[in-house]
């Protein structure tokens, strides 16, 4: 009889901190991508550490994106998002936006990421 033992690779939690946020990011679709250059107007001063997390196109002001949590296997980078929308009959801007987090994060080297954005959660007042 032959016996096979899968090592199942664990993952952990990483540290990480929002270091910018806003409601006109100007992407309209829903991904996570890591900074270079090319989104040096939504984050002036980011590296090759910094995660843009992107909710995509929204009908109006009031919405924002939080991450929950960001954990690693070693070789892909797991974040979970929430949305937050605007609270029934709250006034809002009559505007398309397109909101985003950036968030700093502590791994040796950027990797690819998976996106998982949970749907609204009533902001707190």
């Known amino acids: 009889m032959i016996w096979t033992f899968t090592l199942m690779a664990r993952s952990n939690p990483v540290s990480w901190e929002k270091v910018a946020s806003g409601y006109q990011s100007g992407v309209y679709e829903q991904k996570a991508v890591w900074w270079d250059s090319t989104y040096s107007r939504i984050v002036e001063k ?4 910094t995660l843009l997390v ?3 196109r929204r009908p ?3 919405f924002s994106v939080e991450v929950e949590e960001v954990k690693t296997d070693g070789k892909r980078l797991s974040v979970v998002a929430r949305e937050v929308c605007p609270e029934p009959g709250q006034p809002v801007i009559m505007v398309i936006t397109s909101p ?3 968030i700093k994060v502590d791994v040796p080297k950027p990797m690819p990421v998976d996106l998982k954005v949970k749907g ?3 902001s707190k007042k």
């Open 54 to 56: 992107f909710l995509g």
């Open 60 to 62: 109006t002001g009031g």
């Open 100 to 102: 985003f987090v950036a």
């Open 46 to 49: 980011g590296d090759d550490r």
């Open 120 to 122: 609204c959660k009533k």
